[in-house]
Each structure stands twice: as C-alpha cells, then as structure tokens.
C-alpha cells in the first residue's frame, strides 16, 4: 500500500497525527513462514494421528465432488469481494472526495446492507439461495461498473449494491451449502470439514486478492479502479459456475413458499444467545480492521503495512489448523473451546486499549487475535447449521448480520466523523463485550445440543 494511500486511509479513521511517509518496523522476516509452516504442521500431525487412531473422516467421491462444486464458487464469490475493497477509499479520494464525503460513502453502504441488503437475504429462503448467489455476482459487476465513474451519484449506488453484496455473501452461500448437504444425505461431520475449508480459503483469498492488486496498481501502473475490474471478472465466471453446476434449494421443498414466521426461530434461547456471540464476534473483527494500523502507528511510529497484514492472514490459517486439530482429538466441548477462544479474543482487544507502545508486542497480539479468529469461524459455523433449521436459515443468518452493521455505523459516526471516542474506548467496548459472549456461551453449556 503506498504511503498516500495509507494517508487517506488514515485520514478517514480520524488519524493523522505523526503520519511519515516512510516504511520502517516491519515484521521479523521468519514470523510470516514460521506461521505457515506451523500450519501445514498442524494439519499434516491431525492427518498422521488421525489415521493412525481412525479418526481421520472418510470422505465419499460424491461428497468430495460436492465439495469441489461448492469452493468453486465460494472462493470466487470471496475473490470478487476482496477486489471490491481494496484501493476503495485511496479511489474515492483520487475522484476528488473529502474525508467526511468518504466516510458518509462507507456509513451509506452499511445503512444499504441493513435495510436493503437483509431484505434480499432474508428472500432467499422463498425465492431460491441459488437465484440470489446469482444475483450476487450481478451486483459485483453493477457495482464495478459504478465505481468507475467519479460522480458522487454513482458512487453512492456502488455502495448500495456493495450494501446487497455484503448481506449475501455471509449467508446465503453457507445456507445453500448445508441444504445441498443434508438433501444429499451426506454424513453430518463431514460438513465440519467443508466449514474448516471456508475458513482456511478465507484468509488465502483476502491474502491473495491484496497481493494481485498490490501488484497491478504499484508494480505495472494500472489505475486504482482495477480491482473493481477484476472484480467483476471474477463475478462474471462466478455467474457461469452457479447457473451452470449447482442446483436450486429452498427453505421449504413447496414450490419455494415459506410458512414459518421469520421470528419463529428467535423463540429458542439458544438461537438467540448464538446471535448475540455471532455479532460480538463479527463487530470485533471488523472493528479491528478499522484501528489495527492507527493504534500500531500511534505517536508517529513508522511500520511496513503489508509484511504485518500478512502474518494476520497466516494466523487465521494457524487457528483453522488447530480448529482441524481439535475437530479429531477435542480436548474440550465445542461450547467451552468458543468460551476459551472468546475470553483470549477479549484480552487481545484490551491489550491495545491500554495504550501499550511497544510494536512486537501489538503485533504479537493482533496474531493471537486472529488465531482466535481462525478457531472461532468454523466453530461457530458449526453451531449455526446445528441449531437453525433449514426453512429459515438464510433470513436467520441475515439478521445475524444486521448488529454488526449498526455498530459499525456507531463507531464510524462516533469515531471517524464526530471523533467522540477514541480508538481505546472502541477497542474497551468490543473487548468487555467478547467476555460477555464468553460468559453467555458457559452459561448455557448445560443446554446445548451437542455436535
């Protein structure tokens, strides 16, 4: 990321304060292959153990070409949204757009994916998960082709269909993944293995489209709208792949109508309890990715941005492989393992907001963060295809979603724009709240179903 663009970046975060235009603390260079290779050894010592206990889950040819139709379309679908926001605000302010003006755009998009964006996830149980993936790839593309235009009209249209793409992507490609699966009648943990995969996928998506854009925009000069281009190409394949290989489901198999009231699941104590851990979770994630770099360069400290953001990635890929690990040879209950990862994601967040300025250890910090991060995503997709039943699955997941973009409109209002909290208080509140979502997950342990 170049140093101007990192300016504008941090400008909108309501952070200028000692900004240099030089690169200097970057990460030990053995830190990012440390973290791969302890990965890969992870992995590699589940699979020996595995078969050498029995444990290691033998997957079918049909269940494993299941699979593969379905990543097909997930990473791409994961590819297309990772073009889409890198460059976007070093974009904006190419076009002319003041840092109030940027951050009105980004609050936009987030009001866009509560109150249009869950309507179209929400209808994806009546009107067909398939139909709305391909509506997916059909906002990628509008919203590619919008973003090449520098009016503000159009810009504030991007972030609407940007708005629609973000409520899709969460839910409903998961949802119609466990429908297929279990019409299919394949075994229940395999499935544990598809989540861990989406999980490992994720971080080498969003690691490799943060590369290829890098090496585009820096390296061979092309414009900061070329991502949204290849954004849309990877949206246009997604396109061919899903109405071409997938089938239709439906939350209910008639005729595509759906009986059950929306709210009806919301009655279980524990769909809602996992609601309000999926939300803490997703609002932390997010909020980190807001103020990692301003709190590391905080009092003018230089850093290489994009050695550190690559060993974030690789720690999700460590959590995953532990998460793999764990799947075979639990030390713990799933419930007490997402306690435990909760309650070290909340110091990890506490850490920062006590205002501690030494650069190894933040960085220490945020890889133990996003380890917690690697862990808790295929646990807690885990929990959702368990306790949310297929009728309403995706219209569930949605609302899921809807906390995380209002908190993110607070922080950004309260934060970027009115600058009334500081980066320590929002990093107090996400921490605090991820030892709630602990204590809420323990003390319903005893009524948990088990996987």
């Known amino acids: 990321m170049h140093s101007e663009e990192k300016r504008i970046f941090f400008r ?54 299941f699979q593969r139709r379905f990543f097909q379309v997930f990473l791409l679908a994961l590819v297309a949204h990772g073009f889409q926001n890198v460059y976007v605000e070093a974009l904006y302010k190419s076009y002319g757009l003041q840092r109030k003006e940027i951050a009105r755009l980004l609050l936009f998009g987030h009001a866009a994916a509560i109150f249009v964006g869950t309507i179209v996830a929400v209808s994806a149980d009546s009107l067909g998960r398939k139909q709305v993936c391909l509506a997916y790839a059909v906002f990628t593309v509008i919203e590619s082709v919008l973003k090449q235009w520098g009016h503000l009209y159009a810009l504030c249209l991007a972030r609407i269909f940007n708005g629609l793409a973000s409520s899709v992507l969460p839910c409903v490609f998961e949802t119609w993944m466990i429908s297929e699966h279990e019409r299919h009648g394949f075994r229940q943990e395999w499935m544990v293995e598809t989540f861990l995969m989406m999980s490992f996928g994720g971080a080498i998506a969003s690691l490799g489209t943060t590369a290829v854009a890098n090496f585009f925009v820096t390296n061979l000069g092309w414009k900061l709208g070329a991502p949204s281009v290849l954004s849309a190409g990877a949206a246009v394949i997604l396109f061919l792949f899903v109405s071409r290989s997938w089938d239709e489901n439906w939350g209910e198999e008639s005729q595509g109508k759906i009986s059950k009231p929306l709210l009806l699941p919301f009655r279980d104590k524990k769909v809602v309890t996992l609601g309000l851990v999926q939300g803490v979770f997703d609002v932390s994630v997010a909020v980190f990715w807001l103020l990692w770099v301003p709190t590391i360069v905080a009092d003018g400290r230089e850093i290489y941005v994009g050695s550190i953001y690559a060993c974030l990635m690789a720690s999700v890929m460590v959590g995953t492989s532990i998460a793999a690990f764990l799947s075979s040879f639990p030390l713990l209950t799933p419930e007490r393992s997402l306690a435990l990862v909760l309650a070290i994601a909340s110091i990890c967040l506490l850490v920062p907001a006590y205002d501690y300025q030494e650069i190894p250890v933040l960085v220490a910090t945020f890889c ?46 309260q934060g970027s724009i009115r600058q009334a909290w500081d980066n320590s208080t929002i990093l107090y509140t996400c921490g605090l709240a991820n030892l709630a979502a602990a204590g809420g997950v323990l003390a319903l342990t005893n009524s948990w179903k088990k996987l």
């Not at 240099?20 to 699979?47: D, T």
């Not at 991060?373 to 569930?396: D, K, M, Q």
């Not at 949605?398 to 922080?411: C, G, K, N, Q, S």
């Open 368 to 413: 133990v963060f996003h380890i917690c991060v690697g862990i808790a995503t295929p646990l807690l997709a885990c929990f959702r295809a368990s306790y949310i039943s297929s009728s309403r699955r995706a219209g569930v997941y949605a609302i899921y979603r809807v906390p995380t973009d209002l908190a993110l409109i607070l922080f950004l209002t």
């Open 12 to 65: 909108i975060l309501g952070f200028e304060k000692g900004f240099s235009m030089e690169e200097r603390w970057r990460a030990p260079e053995w830190l990012y292959p440390c973290l791969i290779a302890g990965s890969g050894c992870a992995l590699a010592l589940r699979a020996s153990i595995a078969r050498k206990y029995g444990a290691a889950p033998r997957l079918s040819p049909t269940f494993v070409a």
